[in-house]
Structures are given as C-alpha cells and as structure tokens.
C-alpha cells in the first residue's frame, strides 16, 4: 500500500517536471527568439534612419490574413497569389524607396476566431499595416482589434459594410450593398428580365447585404422581383424548393447573391428540373470554374459582377495575366486581382505618406489613413482607382459572363 | 402541379435522410448506443468512391463496392477499438462521448488527406431522370435509386434479422445483452457485425448521398447525419421501417416547411414537428413503448 503510493507521488513528480521542462524550454525558446527578432529589426531600423533610403534598410513589414484550407479556400490562395506576386515585382523593381517589403500570410480558414489569432501573430511578428482579411466576418472580426491597436488594414476583398466601419481600415472590392444595387441597375439597365428570381443565404451577412440592397434598388428598376428565396447554413444542399418557386413565378433571371460552393449545386439542380432562366452574381461566384470535378457545361452563360475580367486586352491585366500564370499555372481572379492593386495601393499611400520601415504601426496607420484619400493608382481592377475617408473605393463595375468554360467580358 | 412537385422533392430528400437513417437506427436497435461518427463515415465513403474513380479509374460499380468493403473495415476496425473497451463502462454516456469524438477525428483526418476544398461528386447512378407530365415533373435518377435502395435494403434487414442465425442473435443480444451471452451467442462478434453493416450501409448512403447532391468536403456528412438522427427518432429509433418512414416524413415537411410556410424556417419547423411528436408518441411513430420491469 506504502509502496503504491510512494509510486504515484513518484509519477506525479516526474510528470510535473516533464510538463514544466516541456513550458519552460518552449517558452524559452519563443523567447529567445522573439528577442533575437526584435532586436534585428531595431537594428535595421536604425540602420535605415540613419541613411534613410538607402537599399540597406530594414524591410516594410505587411501581414496578409485569408483561408488557404476551409470552404473559402479559393479565395484566399489568389489573394495570396495575387500579394506575392505584386511584392516580388516591387522588390524586384528596388522596393519602395529602396526599401523591399517583407509579406506574411497567415491562414484564418475563413474563421473569424482564427483571423484574430492570426492577427496577433502577425503583430507579434512586427506587422506595420495588414492587406486582409479576404473574407467578410472574420475581417469585421479583426477590424475590431485592428482599429483598437490603430493598425492600417486593407482588404482586398471583405465586402460587409461593417469591414471598414473604422477610419484604419479601407478596402478595393466593393461593398454588398454597392453590388447589390450596382446588380439591379445593371439588370434593370439592360432590360436582361422583366421577372427576376432571388435566392440568399439568410444565415449570412454577405448574401443578406447584397438582397437588402437588391431588393430596395428594384423598385426603381423596370422589373418585378416574382420570388425572393432564402436558405440557411443548416439546409444548403437541397434547392429545389426555392428553384420551383423561380420556375413557377416565371423567372427569367436568378440572382444569386452568395458564394460559389453552393451555387454550382443551384445550378446542377436548375438543369435537373430543366429550368434555364439567366444566372446572375456576385463576386463570390467567381471560383465557381475551379471546384474541382464541377460540369462546366453547367456555368455556360452564367453571367457575376467582377471588377476584374482577365480577357481584358488592357497592357497591364495582360500582363499581370502572364505573370500570374507563369508564376502560379492558371488564370487569376478578381480576388488575385485585388491583393494585386492592394498591395499597389499600400506601396502608393507608404509613399504619399512618407512612410518609414522604422515607424511604430500606429504612426504608420495616422500617415497611411491620410494618404489614401490623396491617391489614384491604375490597377488591374479598375483606371484611376480612388479611395473615401469612408474607406470605400470608387471605381465601375464590370459584369463577367462564362462562356464554353472561359470568361468572357460584357460591352 | 407545382404541390406535386414538391411532394417529390420532398420524397427525394427525405429517401436521401431514411437510407442515412437506416444504419442509426440499426446500430442502435442492436448495440443501445448512438453512433455519431455515422455520417462520417458516410463522407469517407463517398470520398474514396470519388478517388477510386478519379485517380484508381475504376468503373462506379466497382469504386462503389471498394467504398462498402472499406467502410465496412473501418466501421469494425472503429467498434473495437473506441467502442468495446467503452461498452461495460458505467456511464452510456461514455460511449457517446467517444462516438463524437470519432466523428471529429474522421473529419479531421479527411481534411488533412483531401484538403478542405469542397470538390464536385459526379454521379454514379446510371439511370436518366424521369420526365412526367410534358417536363413539367421530373423525377430524378437518383432519386428513384435512392428509394428503391431504402426498400431493398428495408427489407433485406428485416429478413436478415427474422430468418438468419446471425439476425436472431442481433434480437437476442438486443434485447438482452447478458442473458444472450448465457445463452452461448458471441456477444462481441454479434455487435461488430452489426456495425459492419451499418457503416456498409453508411457507404452505400454517402454515394447516393453525393450523388443526389453533388458536392463533398470533410464536414459534408455532418448535417445529414444529424438529420437522419432525427430522422430515426422521429421514425422510432430501433425501428428498420421507422427510419424509412420517419426519413421521409422529415423530408416532406422540410420541404412543405419551406414551399408554403417561410423558406427561412424550414428547420425550425422540422425540429418543431419532432417535439410534437414527441410528446404525443415518446417512442417514435412506430417505436416500441417498452415498460420497464423493476
């Protein structure tokens, strides 16, 4: 009995100890190696203040958040794609002011718990402004402590209105209620139906913004809304209920305002009950040709809003286009296509605001808020790209149509 | 018209739940205890029904019958070694536990293997949809397999376990664990048959399951798999008929819910059907209300 317990203090020990040591050394060495981080950047930091400019300097420290795994994958991986490849021409082109800039892309699996973690260990990195998050709640996720800690953000493509509800934070896309009225007008414009069909996703902030503005836009346009659909997180497999409504109010077009997951199984289900109206979207279609295994039959004459349209015969998104592919094989989208302009646009307010790699990111954030409103870059998603103190860029829309599996843009 | 075509869509939805329903209530009906990971394996089935096709070219009906003996493994392979040891345990609650558990780690494991991309399931069901009433009906071919299936299968089961020695044993082992193993029936073996059939069952499910709707990540068995639960208790769990019942019944009115009521509400009031349900009749529309002895 003596001897048993004598054992089970013994083991308690040992595991204790083997716990500790395991903290300790771990700690330690996160330690150590903040330390050694830190310091090297205050030593290139000073470096670059004393000869201010020179190609010696320190580095510009931009964080990137987005999903590379999870459901909004897709995205994620072009706008990484997209903000490398626009850092490397930079760098490669001398940098901004001789100073190159260093990216990090942490991953958020389009989680907004996960945006935030990744936020803190880009800071602790050292981040001085942030091009994210890709996606919209966990990006009103991090606007919240990005705008408590005054870190300048930039997201390519978070559309909620609530991404840029603070003065740091900015954004290239735009928002859900630009696309959802942009969407109708353009509809109505175009005299594409006179009997439009809505199907949302009523347990999503994204899809629900652009209905609302859809709807209100509607009234002013010459077409009558026959069916306004919804569907929720729990049951998004089966259409057919809401596909019936659309094919018995008579529907000529379909607007589906969410994201391409769930639209290339609307589609297949549409042709299964042989109902060929017009398919129009939003941004979040776009991706829908790279679902692995999906018909691409099934897409033909889709038609989605894009601010990007890669068979464009303009010089620059040609040769982002060639660039991109020889970089990374295939054809970017518009979301590349934002991180592109986006890290531009970071590049142009850095200079406009005279930006230093050895400032505090708050000092960075006061500069960089100011000078955006004061440029205009020529991107890839759009001529004379100009930003509001509000955060939202202005800029045209464009609309894509697919047609024998390729994009093909709308006079 | 359009109510019939609702009541379609609401048949084929639900035959998608009943025959997910089927291998719950089987498993529960014999061993007592709820398997969650159920619609996992479902997923796993359909994914290696996708890579036999896509990287091993095999034919559908032989990637199919890959994705029955390999869930069948894996549902053996998971009774023995997280279920058993758990199967004396004081708590049932344990067993459950454990279950969910398994149902993480079998998601989790296909998110490292497949990634978390959703991919398109081509379908594997050979047969054309049928068109009725000059196109303005149509009945898939999946959905006619799928139903076809649930009965096949229904009735395969409630043969098996009426007229075979094994079937017999899965009563006996149901009804009373220990007094069967008095009786000379291996316990044990008895059990892991029996989730050797559900988890074939569950293969057979997530192919039928993918093909209907054509689209599969890690977590795709998950929301199915709590709806055929449902399914099954609404049915009367234990009961091979009720899941049948119960998966149909759940899908109309999913489907009813949404067409008449509020597209927004379609689950709740599914789960608020089941409460009435539930209260009327505790055990299911075709459970057995059995009275405890004390």
């Known amino acids: 009995m003596k001897m048993r317990k004598v054992m089970s203090a013994l ?13 300790g050394s771990g700690s330690g060495s996160s330690d150590s190696g903040a330390a050694s981080d830190s310091g090297s950047t205050a030593d290139t930091g000073s470096d670059s203040a004393e000869d201010s400019g020179s190609d010696e300097g320190g580095k510009f420290k931009i964080g990137g958040i987005g999903p590379v795994t999870g459901g909004a994958a897709v995205y994620g991986e072009a706008v990484k794609n997209g903000a490398e490849l626009a850092v490397k021409e930079i760098n490669e082109a001398g940098g901004i002011d001789g100073v190159e800039i260093d990216f990090n892309y942490q991953d958020d699996e389009h989680d907004p718990e996960k945006a935030v973690n990744a936020y803190n260990t880009l800071k602790d990195w050292g981040m001085q402004a942030l091009l994210g998050t890709v996606t919209s709640a966990p990006c009103v996720a991090v606007s919240e402590v990005s705008q408590a800690d005054n870190m300048f953000m930039l997201t390519p493509s978070g559309t909620a209105v609530e991404c840029v509800q603070y003065d740091n934070a900015f954004r290239v896309c735009f928002s859900d209620p630009m696309q959802g009225l942009e969407s109708a007008k353009y509809i109505g414009e175009n005299g594409l139906a006179k ?33 306004a659909e919804a569907f929720t997180a729990e049951a998004k497999t089966d259409f057919s209920v809401q596909l019936q409504k659309a094919k018995d109010g008579g529907a000529e077009l379909v607007f589906l305002p969410f994201y391409y997951t769930e639209a290339s199984l609307v589609l297949k289900q549409a042709a ?8 129009f979207g939003c941004d979040g279609m776009d991706g829908i040709l790279a679902v692995e295994g999906f018909d691409v039959e099934l897409a033909n004459n889709l038609m989605f809003m894009s601010p990007f349209t890669p068979t464009s015969e303009d010089e620059a998104i040609q040769k ?27 590049k142009a307010a850095i200079e406009e605001g005279g930006v230093t790699s050895d400032m505090a990111p708050s000092d960075v954030c006061d500069a960089m808020k100011a000078a955006m409103v004061e440029i205009s870059i020529d991107g890839v998603t759009a001529k004379g790209l100009t930003w509001e103190a509000s955060g939202e860029p202005s800029k045209e829309p464009m609309v894509v149509k697919i047609e024998n599996g390729d994009y093909a843009v709308v006079e | 018209m359009s109510f019939i075509s609702y009541l379609v869509n609401g048949i084929s939805l639900g035959s998608v739940y009943a025959i997910i329903a089927l291998g719950y209530t089987m498993v529960y009906g014999i061993a007592k205890m709820l398997n969650f990971a159920h619609g996992d394996v479902i997923m796993v089935g359909a994914y290696v029904v996708m890579t036999a096709i896509a990287s091993g070219g095999l034919p559908p009906a032989a990637a199919v019958l890959l994705a029955v003996v390999f869930c069948t493994i894996l549902g053996v392979v998971i009774e023995s070694v ?22 993480y780690l079998l998601q989790n494991v296909a998110l490292l293997v497949f990634g978390a991309n959703t991919k398109s399931f081509s379908s594997v069901v050979p047969v054309p949809a049928l068109v009725l009433a000059g196109g303005s009906l149509t009945i898939s071919g999946e959905t006619i397999v799928t139903i076809v299936s649930c009965i096949v299968i229904m ?16 009563l006996a082992v149901s009804e009373d664990k220990g007094a069967a193993q008095l009786m000379g029936i291996n316990v044990n073996g008895t059990i892991a048959l029996t989730f050797a059939i559900g988890s074939a069952l569950a293969a057979v499910a997530g192919v039928l399951l993918c093909s209907a709707y054509p689209s ?50 379609a689950d709740a009031i599914v789960f608020g059907v089941l409460i009435i349900v539930l209260i009327v009749k505790p055990a299911g529309i075709l459970g057995k209300n059995i009275q405890e002895k004390v």
């Open chain 1, 11 to 23: 083991l308690v020990a040992a595991m204790t100890t083997a716990l500790m040591t395991g903290c």
């Open chain 1, 195 to 227: 009997k439009v069909a809505v199907i949302y996703d009523s347990s999503d902030v994204y899809s629900t913004g652009i209905y609302e503005a859809f709807a209100k836009e509607a009234e002013n346009q010459d077409f009558e809304i026959v069916a």
């Open chain 1, 272 to 279: 299964g009950m042989n109902f060929t109206p017009i398919f």
């Open chain 1, 320 to 346: 982002f286009v060639k660039d991109y592919d020889a970089a990374y094989g295939g054809t970017p989208n518009q979301f590349a296509a934002d991180a592109y302009d986006g890290i531009y646009a970071i």
């Open chain 2, 82 to 103: 997280a279920y058993r040891p758990l199967l004396n345990a004081a708590s049932s609650l344990a067993v459950l536990i454990t279950a969910i558990g398994v149902s």
């Open chain 2, 155 to 170: 009735a395969g089961l409630t043969l098996f376990i009426k007229k075979t020695k094994a079937g017999q044993a899965m």
């Open chain 2, 216 to 265: 599969l990540n890690p977590y795709t068995g998950a929301m199915p798999g709590i709806k055929a639960f449902v399914a099954a208790v609404f049915g009367g769990i234990g009961s091979i008929p009720g899941a049948l019942i119960g998966g149909i019944l759940l899908g109309v009115i999913e489907i009813f819910g949404k067409a008449y009521i509020s597209s927004q509400m």
